[in-house]
């Protein structure tokens, strides 16, 4: 018989562990599916991270799929550090991507271009993430849910905008125009997508992790979060806490859809993210909150949802299993967590 | 004798590398009143633990009326007879008094036995003289009653030892009488107890023999408590002798705080009403009264967490004007809060963040808006070593900390900015005999420095130790206040009680 039993202590250690255990369990959980699928479990894997990472080409294209997943992960992240439950990346990315492909069909010098749509997006965000955090501070208004439903409520204006008024007139799909050329994000690789938002996004996870481990906001937004009843004991705002976080937190997935925009689609369309907003989660789990583990966790997520589709094409496994394994990992690391708090000890006898 | 109620042999059991218990044996017959003494972390909670099922120890058996049992759950420890009042309840607050004694319990075919478990209270109540109106939520019950309904949990299970982890810790002394007739009397009916606590006058009045822990093992058995001094009890628990501080006569000097007509509304609990008080330079002033009478809304005015309704206050001369936190610590004032762990720090951080959070803002910790990580450590570290706060070092989880080495923790955050005055509320609740003795200690030099010092507090004895006059909180209003000379228990407790007014001679 096994039980629960508290720890006093948590090993240094853990911070690496888990997340790779959870890691591991999901893909040993998920073979079982492709073996249901039909295909040989090793194979299927092998062409994944071969087609996620196996040679330099492969590897821009991960790391152009993780860049707004680092976004929404830091976004998520941070967000989660004040207990402020940000469920609501997904809208907020939306509503960076209008803005800034609003501001990028402006015609104007291609550098102020960028930077406009960079802060354009990112105040979109933070608009979006206010009503939550402000219905919370005032009225105490769970923020789970007016977070998360929001996002409807964004992603459906966005499908009334692109089918209406701001239908690309060139096309016959339900597209926005698109951006000025000069507009577009510099590619840094040539020969491949690799743009100038990945290494913005890649700057800002050490950013994020100065800005809560080094600064007097983010010493304030862990005390919070930790314990809000010390915090206001200890002369902090809470209210102002919350109300920063949250601005903060839709500020960088704002970002995400800026990247987007910019580097990726170059206009909006109705499946301009394809749930990164809600990977964001998954990856701020996996980083234990941790700004910086969001890169390597992003990274992951999106090594295996480029490796799905070529793992699709070879074997004959839905694509969705990327799904699958993306929703794994975050219930296989929500377990690991467990037993940062708990250890399992064996009980002898039999009762 | 017949075979003993319960034993335990030999319970080992460590966490990592530290021995929370080491060979413990111990031992209650029916009938028996034993007393557990030790330090904050000597290890007596970890042993009722172990006994109570929440852990499993690392060797050593455990004895019901003779025969080995393996107790792995709270149900086992229930199955086995022994039942446990812990410190802080668990209890339902929505749900009366009758629902909360049968939760868990199996009904007949599926429904609740209301009928039956009215019988089985009343039939408590008559047998052990602890009654509790059936229909009442538990959310209407002092902490008193909470407690008595926790031990009437116990004896509604079949409890054949009952366990009670410090239960004088949150009584008032009037309750505390209360309680020991019930225990001697559920003895007297062949009941074994084990009574946990700090505070030796207790023991030594309620227990018939104790058992003392210290660093997780025996370190003595008093057969006799009552015929054991006090002294001689701490010697055992310490491993030295303990020597009780003196208050030095001398004279107060100006006022550094003063409440002049405060009163308060939309506060959980009894709201203050046209309070006025002072203490003064180099004095301490105690507030002494029957908890929920108006002192959670008075520490929390004086500390910056409820703007009054009516009335001012004034530190050091200077008119409070916003009642924030910040505003008064600016002013010069010192606050420790009576919760800890859920105000004062944050548990789940490093050590070293709660030490700086107050002034996290100021010149000491961070510049424009950055940290200063190596200020913080230093002050930290300073501060542990200065208050021997025991501790692996600064970056440790708070809540890792004892109540004892949490509470100097807060004291040295508060006393290392030197306030004029400080505001502190139970300074001792829960703390062992040697961490008491530091904070007062502390407090006394304090006053010699000629700062002011408000002691919110239950424990009558510590006040009369500690303070240079008493005040008296009554539903809300402050019903009297008396010196050093003219305060004794008894013309406290009367003055508690709402009966008789004594107005200090200015």
Redesign the interface.
Same mark, same amino acid.
């Given at each position: 018989m096994f039980r629960l039993e508290a720890r006093s202590t948590t090993p240094a250690w853990f911070n690496l562990a888990l997340p790779l255990i959870a890691i591991a369990a999901t893909l040993i959980l998920c073979s079982g599916l492709i073996a249901v699928a039909g295909a040989g479990v090793i194979e299927a894997y092998g062409v994944m991270l071969s087609a996620s990472l196996g040679d330099s080409y492969a590897i821009t294209e991960t790391l152009v799929r993780a860049a707004p997943m680092i976004f929404t992960g830091l976004a998520v992240a941070v967000a989660f550090r004040a207990k402020f439950w940000n469920i609501g990346a997904e809208g907020q990315l939306l509503a960076g991507a209008v803005a800034s492909c609003f501001v990028g069909a402006i015609p104007m010098p291609g550098y102020l271009a960028m930077l406009l749509m960079a802060l354009v997006g990112a105040a979109a965000g933070a608009l979006v993430a206010l009503v939550p955090a402000t219905l919370r501070v005032k009225f105490k208004v769970d923020d789970v849910v007016s977070s998360l439903l929001l996002n409807s409520v964004i992603y459906y204006a966005l499908m009334a905008l692109i089918e209406g008024p701001w239908k690309d007139t060139f096309s016959g799909y339900p597209i926005s125009p698109p951006i000025e050329d000069s507009a577009n994000f510099p590619v840094l690789i040539e020969g491949t997508r690799m743009h100038l938002g990945v290494v913005v996004a890649l700057i800002a996870a050490p950013l994020c992790w100065f800005l809560i481990a080094r600064t007097t906001l983010g010493f304030r937004i862990r005390v919070t979060g930790e314990n809000p009843e010390a915090a206001r004991y200890g002369g902090i705002n809470v209210q102002r806490v919350l109300i920063s976080t949250a601005l903060l937190s839709g500020a960088l997935a704002g970002l995400a859809g800026v990247g987007e925009v910019g580097g990726v689609h170059f206009q909006v369309m109705s499946d301009i993210s394809p749930g990164y907003g809600y990977s964001g989660i998954v990856v701020a789990m996996l980083a234990r909150l941790n700004p910086l583990g969001v890169v390597p966790a992003a990274i992951f997520l999106a090594a295996v949802m480029t490796g799905a589709e070529a793992m699709s094409r070879a074997t004959g496994v839905p694509a969705f299993l990327s799904d699958v394994i993306q929703g794994t990992a975050l219930l296989a690391m929500l377990v690991a967590l467990l037993f940062t708090a708990y250890r399992i000890r064996r009980v002898g006898a039999q009762t | 004798m017949s075979a003993p109620l319960i034993e335990m042999r030999g319970i080992t059991k460590s966490?990592?590398a530290v021995k929370a218990n080491e060979a413990v044996d111990l031992s209650v017959a029916p009938g028996e009143i034993l007393g557990l003494l030790g330090e904050n972390g000597a290890g007596k909670t970890t042993l009722m633990n172990v006994l109570f099922g929440a852990?499993?120890p690392d060797a050593g058996d455990i004895l019901v009326e003779g025969r080995p049992v393996?107790i792995?759950?709270s149900a +086992?420890a229930l199955a086995a007879g022994i039942g446990m009042v812990h410190q802080h309840f668990h209890l339902a607050p929505r749900l009366t008094v009758l629902e909360n004694l049968l939760i868990g319990i199996p009904g007949k075919s599926g429904r609740i036995d209301r009928a039956g478990g009215l019988a089985r209270l009343q039939e408590i109540g008559r047998q052990h003289g602890l009654s509790l109106e059936p229909n009442l939520p538990v959310s209407a019950l002092s902490v008193g009653e909470q407690q008595r309904l926790e031990i009437i949990k116990a004896l509604f299970r079949g409890a054949k030892l009952l366990i009670l982890d410090e239960p004088t810790a949150v009584l008032a002394p009037s309750e505390v009488d209360g309680l020991f007739a019930a225990l001697r009397s559920m003895a007297a009916q062949g009941l074994g107890i084990i009574f946990i606590s700090h505070k030796l006058n207790e023991v030594r009045a309620l227990t018939h023999r104790c058992v003392v822990l210290r660093h997780g093992k025996v370190a003595g058995r008093v057969d006799h408590p009552a015929s054991t001094t006090s002294a001689e009890m701490a010697k055992l628990m310490c491993g030295h002798e303990i020597v009780p501080p003196t208050r030095e006569a001398s004279t107060p000097g100006a006022a550094v705080l003063t409440l002049d007509g405060i009163s308060t509304s939309g506060h959980a609990g009894t709201p203050l009403r046209d309070v006025s008080l002072f203490v003064r330079a180099g004095e301490i002033l105690g507030i002494a009264g029957v908890s929920g009478n108006g002192q959670r809304a008075l520490a929390d005015v004086i500390? &910056?967490?409820l703007p009054p309704k009516a009335g001012t206050m004034t530190i050091a001369g200077k008119t409070v004007a916003q009642f924030? @936190?910040?505003e008064l610590?600016a002013l010069g004032l010192g %606050?420790i809060?009576e919760d800890r762990m859920?105000?004062?720090? /944050?548990?789940?951080?490093p050590l070293a +963040?709660?030490m700086v #959070? @107050?002034r996290? &803002?100021t010149e000491a910790f961070?510049r424009k808006? #950055? #940290?200063n990580?190596a200020a913080i450590r230093a002050f930290a570290e300073e501060q542990i070593k200065a208050y021997d706060i025991r501790c692996p070092g600064p970056m /440790? %989880?708070a809540g890792?900390l004892s109540g004892g080495n949490l509470q100097k923790a807060l004291l040295a955050r508060e006393l290392a900015f030197d306030p004029k005055v400080l505001i502190v509320s139970q300074p001792t609740r829960g703390l062992d005999i040697g961490a008491a003795r530091f904070i007062h200690e502390k407090f006394l030099a304090m006053r010699a420095r000629g700062r002011g010092i408000i002691v919110i507090g239950e424990d009558l004895e510590e006040l009369l130790m500690l303070c240079d006059r008493i005040a008296v909180m009554y539903e809300g209003r402050i019903a009297g206040t008396l010196s050093s000379a003219d305060a004794t228990v008894a013309r406290l407790g009367l003055m508690m009680t709402g009966a008789g007014h004594t107005e200090e001679a200015a």
């Open positions: - | 966490f990592g852990y499993a393996a792995h759950n +086992d500390s &910056g967490m924030s @936190p910040r610590q %606050r809060p859920t105000t004062g720090l /944050v548990t789940n951080l +963040d709660s #959070l @107050p996290i &803002g961070s808006g #950055l #940290l990580p /440790v %989880r890792a």
